[in-house]
């Protein structure tokens, strides 16, 4: 690929964002940045929110889990999928109608009204935590294929990379906000689809046959399998395990997630945000099945040219699109992996900038004082170069293994979250709000410790995803054992 070409095109792509942040930041105040001004087309958002649930790592992971050893092999992750279609019945049913009836600027408001400020400021500290290792986990990610392939052949080294990475975040959202995020989430979710569509085009071109022989070459090549249903709780593709915790990571890192929850939060009306939670169901599982297919239709197109497959799975699609398949599709590849990194690290920004505002500085989406957008601004900016630190933190510790761990200890934050929302839902006890605090530290930590010792505690038995629910089990009982019924 012609580095100047590929340059020219991640140029026009973020030149088109910049034009979105121009129209939907004029005249942005809190209420435009925090809320979008609850004016949002509840289509758009459920469009937009599929980049943002497809993440830069979600792009290249998803097509290698095909032919995988293990987890998710075949198209075992759909039986995920078909469980995050009853999470997100959940969230559509018990948690919007809350937000909305509270009329929350942030989600973890709830904590506050229903325990007291402790609880409150903790639930959403876990989330600043976990979205900052986790936005900056992706950002990593992007800006390793960003630098070496769009700006290494420039001279520019990996720190100005990243800088100028989180730089074009801050540029196109420290106006608009979550207003823009809405828009820009679009944009970016038509490139990721449209990358993804057209390498799978473009393989069938290249091994001479026709989008509808698609069905038949899959089940044929044995990629075809999608329900697993012999086998034990031991095997980790059984369609039970799968599908109940695909429900569970919808509800903990959809509906309980600041970030997801606030584009819903957007839509003019609690009817419209339904509307969007469902439309955005049914083509977040249509988008996941065209990702397997492209999975599928990769480890065939490999087979067929006899290329090894990579040891990690994760870099067979940047390998086939960037070294083998036409120059098109290695350039609409970066383009997909950039737009799919951006839409999630863009509102993971706006998200984190609204919870510290809101939550820890005392923001009001009615407060539009110079001094107050002055203080959004220089929080927008110490959250961009947080993520930076910890972006060159990752690339300086040069280990895989850390910084995977510290990507999957920041998912057990999420535990608290759960076990806190739970209790506050499903009981009317009062707790000692000032306990909260150490009852989420220890949650995670006795999880972990569960995970860790699985083999002499409990035969070896698998969690996966289901550590979630343990974490939040373990929550509610320490909760429980702090509380008293209600006067």
Request: aromatic share 16%.
């Amino acid at each position: 690929m012609n580095p100047i070409l590929v340059l020219g095109l991640v140029g026009a792509y973020f030149v088109l964002l910049l034009i979105v942040s121009y129209f939907t930041g004029k005249k942005a105040d809190n209420s435009t940045f925090f809320l979008a001004n609850r004016n949002s087309p509840w289509f758009v958002v459920a469009f937009g929110m599929i980049g943002a649930t497809l993440s830069g790592v979600t792009f290249i992971s998803i097509p290698g889990v095909v032919g995988g050893d293990g987890l998710n092999q075949a198209l075992s992750y759909m039986q995920l999928v078909f469980g995050y279609i009853l999470g997100y019945v959940v969230i559509a049913q018990i948690l919007l109608p809350l937000y909305y009836r509270l009329q929350l600027t942030t989600i973890y408001g709830y904590l506050g009204q229903r325990f007291g400020p402790v609880s409150y400021k903790t639930g959403s500290a876990f989330f600043l935590l976990s979205r900052s290792i986790g936005s900056a986990f992706r950002l990593f990610l992007v800006a390793i294929v960003l630098h070496q392939f769009v700006l290494m052949p420039f001279g520019i080294n990996f720190f100005w990379t990243v800088v100028f990475t989180i730089l074009l975040i801050y540029v196109y959202t420290f106006r608009g906000g979550i207003k823009t995020i809405v828009y820009t989430d679009t944009l970016q979710t038509l490139c990721i689809l449209l990358a993804v569509l057209f390498t799978v085009y473009s393989i069938t071109e290249e091994m001479s046959f026709s989008l509808t022989d698609i069905p038949n070459e899959i089940r044929d090549s044995g990629y075809g399998q999608m329900f697993f249903f012999e086998g034990g709780w031991a095997d980790p593709n059984i369609f039970f395990k799968q599908f109940f915790s695909g429900a569970l990571i919808t509800i903990v890192m959809t509906g309980l997630d600041q970030d997801m929850m606030q584009k819903n939060l957007t839509c003019r009306s609690l009817r419209d945000a339904k509307k969007n939670m469902y439309t955005f169901t049914v083509i977040l599982v249509l988008a996941n099945l065209l990702f397997l297919t492209l999975g599928a239709m990769l480890y065939i197109y490999a087979a067929e040219l006899g290329v090894a497959i990579p040891e990690r799975t994760d870099e067979l699609y940047p390998m086939l699109a960037i070294e083998y398949l036409p120059p098109a599709v290695g350039i609409l590849f970066i383009l997909g992996l950039i737009a799919a990194a951006y839409s999630s690290a863009d509102s993971g920004l706006t998200a984190l900038t609204t919870a510290f505002c809101v939550d820890f500085l005392g923001f009001k989406t009615s407060d539009n004082g110079p001094d107050v957008k002055r203080k959004r601004f220089v929080v927008h900016i110490g959250l961009s170069l947080l993520l930076l630190g910890i972006i060159i933190l990752f690339h300086s510790l040069n280990n895989e293994a850390v910084i995977n761990g510290l990507f999957i200890a920041a998912g057990y934050t999420y535990g608290p979250l759960l076990g806190l929302f739970t209790f506050g839902l499903f009981t009317n006890r009062k707790i000692i709000d000032k306990w909260v605090v150490y009852i989420c530290l220890a949650a995670p930590i006795l999880s972990f410790l569960i995970h860790y010792f699985r083999a002499e505690l409990l035969w070896g038995f698998e969690f996966g995803f289901l550590i979630l629910a343990v974490n939040g089990l373990l929550t509610f009982l320490g909760l429980w054992m702090i509380s008293k019924p209600k006067d």
